[in-house]
């Protein structure tokens, strides 16, 4: 689509999505998962519409010579579309955020005061040119009582309006404003910028994409953004340990697949176990092709081990690597975990209680973990449903964000007439 | 105190907060109770030294022709002292936010998945020459377990050094780090711009003091704010309803203090209950000499009613003067309410239940109360114990802002050697 004045048409955007925020607030229960199980049966009965608007996505991606991993990203295969439609019934089948009422307490005033969870208002998502994510915004907007305005990869332009136009038919189906969920139908980037700048209309950014993108959408943003930039995710082997264990959980925080954010990239070996650890640990990691970078201790126990400069102790690979170092108490463990990680998800391995409680308490970070493995940080594993994204953050939601992000709680106060002295 | 290089000087306050933090995190709850209760003793034993920095600010402030009620503001009296030593006190006596662990469950990987709540870290306090909020921030960041950056106004700086002083002491008297609270030593504005610009340093900024001041801080800042920028506080008299409880709660809301954000300003009125109720309420507002802004209707009823503009109902007046409207729906009250209200309180009077929950729920407000007076919104008055600020924004905190508004949920997860398949 051809719009000449971006700033009006996000204006038009927001203000629809704004409008539309309202009933989504009030809208019954039974009608947002109507209109969840409506969306599902449209995604199951439109495969050949959608594949239609997808192939031409994915012969404008060949042609411009996209790489292959992110063409197959693209592809809307009958297996991603049923497992979207399953989403959808997934969260419909949850019970809803929205209306919870807790804390109710009578003051000594004669007012009873609580607190009601209600929906933020209006979300904006920035994703990457996967068009299932389109389908996962807008459910979890549906339940949450949210409207949400979408903006999606360019690539992926002709998939996301064939899959929002089934978005839009399914909130009608339910009786709920189909504005409720819009998607930005320009690739111009102008309306990127237009979208986090507008308090007024959007309540609170989650962008999803590079570490790149995500940073710069966080410092032009005039509203909250959820986001994580970086998962620096540490194991520490502490002096007291079930080796066994520690070699388990360990390969498993590290290798059972590199590229989510919550793999292990940096290994903190206390120094009473390393001459124990390190070799058997460093067993695995050779016959896997896990190279490892280490301080000059690890180095004389590990031979296969390269030197780590600084910069290692800070990155995130995402690839068969690792950085390693041996401490000489936890107290050098938790600074550097707090010094050089992410503050996304750190664990200790340990016999030890009263080292693992300070760990816990000490290590800051939305996740700390005892005794398993880092890769279990994730909205699903926690049990809540759905995941929205994973926050770094202190402010509002840390760590994985299920509906309930999407959510603020508001004071409900009930009285008889009572008046303030 | 001089200060030519004010980013070098800001980054060294903030450098020395953020290495207190980890400590002030740690500290056990009988520590932190122990400098609190430290500091309501020294403030006793202090009243000659604190009189002498207090006269200074005072006699700069009188020759500088300050007004008599911002004099009056910076007074140090006994009265004062005794009031902020009390606050230690108490506020050592209630529990710890710090440490609670929530909701832990277990999972069906065998993980067992929780909540522990923990400090945000560093907070900077930004406010007006009133040396009372300096103790009050301060006593709430040792509770919990944060360190602060305290920039109060500059005439009170004399008054506010003396102050920190005994800060800083109490904090040493219960081995914790003095350098937990920080004051900023200049009185140059470009103290507070480094201030709201250095997310490495600082969590939050919290912010007391005018409508302009708390726009620009928000506007320039790169941390979150907790603010609120206006009380256009409504009370709604619905169709159905208690007139004598209508009168009584109206006018305890807009009358019994002018000045507070949480005065009502503006009185919404169901068409069935306007010749009922105006001529009630509209002789308490005579009587106590309150002008009445009107819609035409209002102005039928109430002669003595001036015509209501546009802008009158966007207005927070913090005076006594109310603008009136005579509705003709709920809708048109919550409609109204969520169109020229500042979403901070807002109040239904009525008998009818499905209306009082209607508002309740759709009135998009940090408070919304049924039957009572929109001036117990209130840190106090909800059972907070204390209050940092109150909140209008939706994300993090909302309404008024306790303890736990300074603190964060992180998640622990406990295992015993289990891996992700």
Request: with cysteine.
């Given at each position: 689509m051809q719009i000449d004045d971006i700033a009006a048409y996000m204006a038009h955007v927001g203000a629809a999505a704004r409008a539309a925020s309202t009933a989504m607030a009030a809208a019954s229960t039974a009608s947002k998962d109507r209109?969840?199980?409506?969306?599902?049966?449209?995604?199951?009965?439109?495969?050949?519409?959608?594949?239609?608007?997808?192939?031409?996505?994915?012969?404008?991606?060949?042609?411009?010579g996209l790489a292959a991993p992110m063409v197959d990203r693209l592809r809307l295969t009958p297996k991603v579309i049923?497992?979207?439609a399953e989403g959808c019934e997934q969260i419909a089948a949850m019970p809803d955020p929205i209306g919870e009422i807790t804390g109710v307490k009578r003051r000594p005033s004669g007012i009873s005061v609580g607190q009601m969870r209600v929906p933020l208002g209006v979300f904006g998502m920035i994703y990457e040119s996967r068009p299932n994510v389109t389908i996962e915004a807008a459910s979890l907007a549906v339940k949450s009582g949210n409207a949400c305005i979408l903006r999606g990869g360019s690539e992926a332009l002709h998939s996301n309006l064939a899959l929002w136009a089934l978005v839009q038919a399914a909130l009608a189906d339910a009786g709920l404003p189909p504005d409720a969920v819009q998607l930005v139908q320009t690739t111009d980037r102008a309306a990127v910028g237009r979208l986090i700048t507008m308090p007024e209309r959007v309540d609170v950014i989650i962008p999803r994409g590079g570490k790149g993108l995500i940073e710069r959408i966080s410092a032009e943003a005039r509203v909250p953004v959820i986001k994580h930039l970086d998962g620096n995710c540490h194991v520490y082997v502490d002096a007291e340990v079930d080796l066994d264990l520690a070699v388990k959980v360990t390969d498993n925080a590290k290798t059972q697949k590199y590229s989510p954010c919550n793999a292990a990239e940096s290994l903190l070996v206390h120094a009473a176990q390393a001459a124990a650890f390190l070799p058997r640990i460093g067993a695995v990691f050779a016959a896997k092709g896990v190279e490892v970078r280490g301080c000059e201790r690890t180095r004389t126990l590990l031979p296969q081990a390269v030197a780590a400069t600084e910069a290692d102790w800070a990155t995130e690979y995402l690839a068969p690597v690792i950085s390693v170092k041996v401490v000489d108490s936890l107290d050098e463990a938790i600074a550097h975990v707090n010094r050089w990680g992410?503050?996304?998800t750190d664990a200790i391995l340990t016999t030890n209680h009263p080292n693992a409680m300070r760990f816990l308490r000490e290590v800051d970070s939305a996740s700390v973990m005892v005794n398993t493995s880092t890769r279990f940080a994730d909205g699903f594993e926690y049990g809540l449903g759905a995941e929205i994204g994973?926050?770094?953050?202190?402010?509002?939601?840390?760590?994985?964000?299920?509906?309930?992000?999407?959510?603020?709680?508001?004071?409900?106060?009930?009285?008889?007439?009572?008046i303030r002295q």
């Open positions: 209109a969840l199980r409506a969306l599902a049966a449209r995604l199951r009965s439109s495969a050949d519409a959608l594949a239609i608007a997808n192939a031409c996505d994915i012969a404008a991606a060949e042609s411009a049923e497992t979207v992410s503050h996304h994973i926050s770094t953050d202190k402010f509002h939601a840390r760590g994985p964000v299920g509906l309930e992000g999407l959510t603020s709680m508001k004071w409900v106060v009930l009285g008889q007439g009572e």
